[in-house]
């Protein structure tokens, strides 16, 4: 299975664009890269998913180089609100869900 | 409305008792998944199952049991075997078992033995 490494914490200001690097160096073929956010005291919430090159959304962009190695979630212009926990997860698409592992993820604090 | 449901959001337990956490969707998903979470800490899985009548051990099932009778029910019971039950459990929902599939979470429970 493919483990993950991420920052345990990072600082941003609001308005700013917040980028969060994950590492899954022993990324496996079939394996997909998806990105949770967590308030204090509530589920986790799914932001996006992807395999490969570059994936956006409403609210996130997924960046993933050629080797797939590590992968890069973009929050762009954050604000207080988007002060959380991110997890990056990594999985075999051709397998269950219960292989995804919710590690510590990066707390993000979005200061005035 | 969609969604998933969890009760109660505050649970209080004296040593040796059991206690059963709800966990109701009406999202139609195949697939439901229980995690606790301790402080500062990630989601570890308890149980999973991925269709009705059919449910797995995560990786810290010992001290819990769980039932699937119902496709939009999943009761986590925890039992005076698990040694330190206090945390918060969240239960979630996705369409199917897969790892390209939205997990859907409820608002978790907070289970403190006292």
């Known amino acids: 299975l493919a483990k993950t490494t991420q920052p345990i914490s990072m600082d941003s200001y609001e308005g700013q664009e917040v980028n969060i690097t994950c590492s899954h160096n022993n990324i496996a073929t079939n394996d997909y890269i998806t990105w949770y956010q967590q308030f204090p005291s509530q589920g986790p919430r799914f932001i996006i998913q992807g395999y490969k090159t570059k994936v956006t959304n409403e609210v996130a962009s997924l960046f993933i180089p050629a080797d797939r190695k590590s992968s890069t979630l973009s929050l762009p212009r954050v604000s207080l609100s988007d002060t959380a926990v991110y997890y990056c997860?990594?999985?075999?698409?051709?397998?269950?869900?219960?292989?995804?592992?919710f590690g510590s993820g990066t707390q993000l604090t979005v200061l005035p | 409305d969609g969604g998933i449901t969890q009760s109660p959001k505050y649970l209080f337990r004296k040593e040796g008792q059991n206690v059963t956490l709800s966990c109701e969707q009406n999202l139609n998903h195949d697939a439901m998944y229980w995690y606790r979470q301790d402080p500062g800490q990630g989601l570890r899985l308890i149980y999973y199952?991925?269709?009705?009548?059919?449910?797995q051990k995560g990786d810290i099932a010992e001290g819990y049991s769980v039932s699937r009778e119902k496709k939009e029910s999943f009761p986590l019971t925890v039992t005076s075997a698990q040694k330190n039950p206090t945390a918060f459990y969240l239960c979630?929902?996705?369409?199917?078992?897969?790892?390209?599939?939205?997990?859907?979470f409820g608002p978790g429970t907070r289970l403190t033995v006292l």
């Open positions: 997860l990594v999985g075999d698409v051709q397998g269950s869900a219960r292989q995804l592992t």
């Open positions: 979630a929902s996705s369409l199917y078992d897969t790892v390209d599939g939205e997990q859907f």
């Open positions: 199952s991925q269709i009705v009548n059919d449910f």
